[in-house]
């Protein structure tokens, strides 16, 4: 057996112990959205051919094993969605050839290891959910350049965002939010190359741009809040370009650097303890989409560059209403006022089309009758013709009528 695909079934129990030995030649083991529950068997090591391993979506819990080892075929690890503990592999560490690790949305503690941002081919890391301690590691010149994704939303990160966070130039997503970091926002933030694209095609100065997987990563699957929603991104993982900080303790004013990233979409710096203005240069931020840095002790005034080039700026202060519903307090007035509007115009078409019948209905002919002297004669005279005629008619029917009776009771007397 090479391949094995049982994903998205409902196959319960736990993993055979000794699933490495039974299946020595396994490349492909996709296990995803089951409810297999157990720990992950440390056999699976064995597997030398394994470049896919998906259990994501699971009931697996326990550590996982620390024994992988570098085969130079690995491409996925996908554990997400279990209920694993315990801390991260450091032998992960040795995947040289590994794309895509998706650890989120377990219970993994620990600290965030410096042995994981060693993979220089890694394109997602996707750390969020769990509950990993300690900074985040600064790492060696030139690791990890081909980084696209790295998600480590929602755990209990602490210390400052490490200024070797400038250098992942191929960085399209960046989600620290929901830790407890603190410190300033590096000044050098607009070093991130792979956001200050305008257009989707990325391609970055990276050795690593011409292998041929990196073509495929955008078809995997990421969750990110984006205008207050979680969505997740499949398929046009490409054109996300994202930085999200929030909830954090940071301090310090928004560093004008910022506004080089001209490829960001979103930027959420809410929840923080930010001073100072917004930079001026805001406007020239021309794909953001959504900018949200609420709670905060920002002041001063909203740039007036910051409107120029954003024709689909909406919101408060400006006249112009959004159009997005807020999932907090259910739709926003905005939709209900588009409702009715269209109602109101529905209506207003309805008693126009009905007024418009009438006019042609009724004028059309008495107008024409009022206007035109001869063909008013014509008319009266025919509806006089007419009317005389059914009241001969008549006449004579009665008087068929009468005379067929008289002549019936004659018959019965
Ligand atoms: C595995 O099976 C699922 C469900 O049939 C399918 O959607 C998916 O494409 C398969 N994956 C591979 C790599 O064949
Ligand atoms: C990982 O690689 C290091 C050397 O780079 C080696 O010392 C260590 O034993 C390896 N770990 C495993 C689990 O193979
Ligand atoms: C891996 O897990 C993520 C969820 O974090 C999911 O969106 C993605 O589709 C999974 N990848 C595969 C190949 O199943
Ligand atoms: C910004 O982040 C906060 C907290 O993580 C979240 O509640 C909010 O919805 C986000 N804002 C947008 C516009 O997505």
Redesign the pocket.
């Known amino acids: 057996m090479r391949h094995l695909n049982l994903?998205h079934n409902q196959i319960g129990g736990s993993l055979p112990e000794n699933i490495g030995y039974i299946m020595p030649n396994l490349l492909i083991l996709?296990l995803?959205n089951n409810h297999i529950n157990g720990s992950i068997p440390k056999s699976l090591c064995l597997l030398y051919w394994l470049s896919?391993l998906?259990l994501?979506?699971n009931r697996l819990s326990g550590k996982i094993p620390d024994c992988w080892k570098d085969n130079e075929v690995w491409e996925?690890i996908?554990l997400?969605?279990n209920k694993l503990s315990g801390a991260i592999p450091r032998s992960f560490g040795n995947l040289s050839s590994l794309l895509?690790l998706?650890l989120?949305?377990n219970s993994l503690h620990g600290e965030f290891l410096v042995s994981v941002i060693n993979l220089k081919q890694l394109l997602i890391l996707?750390l969020g959910e769990n509950q990993l301690s300690g900074t985040i590691p600064s790492w060696s010149v030139n690791m990890f350049s081909s980084l696209k994704i790295l998600r480590l939303r929602q755990n209990m990160l602490s210390g400052s965002i490490p200024l070797k966070i400038c250098q992942l130039s191929s960085l399209q997503i960046l989600d620290i939010s929901c830790n407890n970091l603190n410190g300033s926002i590096p000044w050098c933030i607009g070093n991130l190359w792979g956001m200050t694209l305008e257009a989707p095609t990325l391609s970055p100065p990276s050795p690593f741009a011409e292998s041929p997987t990196t073509t495929e990563w955008k078809t995997?699957?990421?969750?990110e809040v984006m205008k207050g929603r979680e969505l997740?991104y499949?398929r046009i993982l490409e054109l996300v370009v994202m930085m999200d900080l929030s909830e954090n303790n940071l301090v310090g004013s928004i560093p004008k650097e910022i506004t080089l990233l001209h490829g960001l979409i979103s930027l959420n710096l809410s929840n923080n303890h930010l001073i100072g203005e917004l930079p001026i240069m805001m406007g020239n931020m021309r794909s953001l989409e959504s900018f949200d840095v609420s709670s905060n002790q920002l002041s001063g005034t909203i740039p007036s560059s910051i409107y120029a080039d954003n024709p689909y700026l909406c919101g408060s202060p400006l006249p112009k209403k959004c159009g997005y519903s807020n999932p907090v307090h259910g739709s926003s007035g905005f939709e209900d006022d588009e409702d009715s509007k269209k109602d109101k115009l529905e209506k207003w078409l309805f008693y126009f089309v009905v007024a418009a019948g009438f006019a042609t209905g009724f004028w059309g002919i008495i107008g024409t009758l009022w206007f035109k002297k001869t063909w008013r004669h014509a008319y009266f005279r025919r509806v006089e013709d007419l009317a005389d005629w059914i009241y001969v008619t008549t006449a004579i029917r009665k008087a068929k009528l009468k005379k067929c009776m008289m002549m019936r009771n004659r018959v019965n007397v």
């Open positions: 994903s996709l995803g896919i998906d994501s979506k996925e996908n997400s969605s895509w998706h989120n949305n996707d995997e699957g990421v969750i997740d499949i």
